[in-house]
């Protein structure tokens, strides 16, 4: 599966941004769809995951409560709805699918990544 995240851009603190992650092919229902981010020198980090149906869903405590992550099985997307947003929120946000709902990096397939920055 191929996946094309967006939506990306430039918010002052406790604003909004909502990404979207599109995948290609007949199969999207069968991933577990999550978000890492990646800030310059540091590691790539978990930030949410939706499980297959949409049912569960599981947070990095940093994003709990201020971030939501959702799922259209019909649209083939995945997006993250991001508010009350924080200058430490900024970083290259990427997509990724797996059929094993995990909060590990070891996703099978990625996306290319969007950048989000927040000015304080």
């Known amino acids: 599966v191929q996946l094309q995240a967006s939506g990306g851009g430039l918010v002052q603190a406790g604003g909004s941004l909502r990404l979207s992650c599109a995948a290609s092919?007949?199969?999207?229902?069968?991933?577990?769809m999550g978000w890492f981010r990646q800030a310059p020198g540091k590691e790539r980090e978990f930030v949410a995951v939706?499980?297959?149906?949409?049912?569960?869903?599981v947070y990095a405590d940093s994003v709990k409560d201020r971030f939501t992550i959702s799922r259209d099985n019909a649209k083939n997307t995945v997006y993250l709805q991001m508010n009350n947003l924080k200058p430490e929120d900024t970083a290259v946000y990427y997509c990724?699918?797996?059929?094993?709902?995990?909060?590990?990096?070891?996703?099978?397939?990625w996306g290319q990544g969007t950048q989000v920055t927040v000015s304080s």
């Open positions: 939706v499980s297959q149906s949409g049912s569960r869903t």
């Open positions: 990724a699918g797996d059929e094993v709902l995990t909060t590990s990096p070891k996703y099978d397939y």
């Open positions: 092919g007949r199969t999207f229902s069968r991933y577990a």
